[in-house]
Nanobody, 124 residues
Framework: VQLQASGGGLVQAGGSLRVSCTAS????????MGWFRRAPGKEREFVAG????????YYADSVKGRFTISRDNAENTVYLQMNSLKPEDTAVYYC??????????????????WGQGTQVTVSS
C-alpha cells in the first residue's frame, strides 16, 4: 500500500486542523492505521491509532480530548482532526499502516508502511 499524507499547515494556538492520509494499491480495510509525529530535535512519537472499522482507538496522553482519529474505508482515507492546538504540537505528522485490520499498536517498528509526512506548525 502507498500512503499520501496531506492537510498540514500553519495555525495559531487554540486553532484546529485536519490532516488526511489516502492509501492506494492495497485493500485499505485490511490495515490498522496510525498517526505519528516528529518534532524538531525529538524522537518520533505515537499520536493515535485506529482499527479497520474504528472499533479500537488509541491516543497518546498528550492529545487525548483534543485529537480525533477516524477513517473512511470507502475513500481509503484516515483522518486526524486536531483541535485546541498547542505550539508543542508542531511536528511533521506521518501516517502508517499495519498489515492487520485489528492490531492497533503504539510501536512505530510494528508498522509496515509509511507516508511521507505533512508539516503542522502551531504559532503561539
Amino acid at each position: 500500500v502507498q500512503l499520501q499524507a496531506s492537510g498540514g499547515g500553519l495555525v495559531q494556538a487554540g486553532g484546529s486542523l485536519r490532516v488526511s492520509c489516502t492509501a492506494s494499491k492495497g485493500t485499505f480495510s485490511s490495515y490498522a492505521m496510525g498517526w505519528f509525529r516528529r518534532a524538531p530535535g525529538k524522537e518520533r512519537e505515537f499520536v493515535a491509532g485506529i482499527s479497520w472499522n474504528g472499533g479500537r482507538l488509541y491516543y497518546a496522553d498528550s492529545v487525548k480530548g483534543r485529537f480525533t482519529i477516524s477513517r473512511d474505508n470507502a475513500e481509503n482515507t484516515v483522518y486526524l482532526q486536531m483541535n485546541s492546538l498547542k505550539p508543542e504540537d508542531t511536528a511533521v505528522y506521518y501516517c502508517a499502516a499495519v498489515r492487520s485490520p485489528v492490531r492497533v499498536t503504539t510501536l512505530a517498528g510494528q508498522y509496515d508502511y509509511w507516508g511521507q509526512g505533512t508539516q503542522v506548525t502551531v504559532s503561539s
